[in-house]
């Protein structure tokens, strides 16, 4: 009985060692985080998991060399946030991704955050890379400067306003009822309230019966990476246009 006990502590000692090592050398990871969280009750997390669909659709690579995995906290900061709310924020989110990196290797970082405004120099992207950048040169619990890459991505307004550049993917969302949906012909980013815009849209075409909501933008991204990949929409629309959203074609293009 000694020597059985032996025997299978051996192998339970064996088998977490080969657990351990199998999560530290899996495919490497790109990291989202998104608004909401803890405090936000995570009601943004559909912005998240709406990057996660549409990332491998415009980067074919990333399927086959990375996972991507969402993290609900810590989450992103509204555009706006004081500079301390912005430090204190950056000081809890480089512990999680060394965590994380420590179990297995991150390849890199996207952080999800609504200009809320129009931003036609993408100011707002430009300042969140720049926070990103910062703390990942600072030294954390492995003693030295992060080695993954950072993403910031920075619809203008809010995601709504990317389905607005792909109206025959919303379509698809409720083929019956929205089927003969007219979308106004202007800037997407022009739209005070994309998403307010999109549900009002689609109440008074059905009357009721099937308005947009939140909750449908991970659909929609799902079917729009559908038809982006089967080459039914352009991955850069060029009539409207967004330049929030060839930045993130961009970035997902150079991950």
């Known amino acids: 009985r000694v020597g059985a006990h032996w025997v299978n502590s051996g192998t339970r000692g064996f088998l977490r060692e080969f657990h351990n090592m199998a999560k ?42 990375y996972d991507i995995k969402i993290r609900k906290d810590p989450p992103s900061l509204t555009r706006g946030a004081s500079t301390g709310a912005v430090l204190s924020w950056m000081e809890s989110l480089r512990p999680v991704i060394d965590a994380q ?15 809320d405004k129009e931003d036609p120099r993408l100011e707002g992207h430009t300042q969140l890379l720049k926070n990103l950048e910062s703390m990942r040169a600072k030294k954390g619990r492995p003693k030295r ?35 003969d949906l007219k979308f106004a012909q202007k800037p997407v980013e022009s739209h005070q309230d994309p998403a307010g815009y999109l549900t009002s849209l689609t109440d008074r075409h059905t009357n009721g019966k ?10 929609i991204a799902r079917k729009l990476a559908e038809r982006i990949i ?3 929409e352009p991955a850069k629309p060029d009539n409207p246009a967004s330049a929030s959203w060839n930045q993130f074609v961009d970035d997902a ?3």
């Open 210 to 219: 099937r308005k947009y909501s939140k909750s449908d933008s991970p659909t």
């Open 145 to 179: 400067a992060g080695t993954w890459k950072v993403f910031a991505v920075t619809p203008v307004r809010m995601t709504e306003a990317w389905w607005l550049l792909f109206p025959e993917a919303v379509k698809t969302l409720a083929p019956g009822a929205w089927r």
């Open 230 to 232: 089967v080459g039914q």
């Open 101 to 115: 990196d420590a179990l297995r290797p991150v390849h890199a970082v996207i952080v999800h955050q609504d200009t």
């Open 24 to 65: 530290r050398h899996g495919k490497p990871l790109i990291l989202v985080f998104g608004e909401g969280g803890k405090g936000g009750g995570g009601k943004h997390t559909y912005d998240a998991t709406a990057i996660k669909s549409l990332l491998p659709a415009l980067n074919r690579s990333i399927d086959q060399a």
């Open 253 to 255: 293009r150079s991950m």
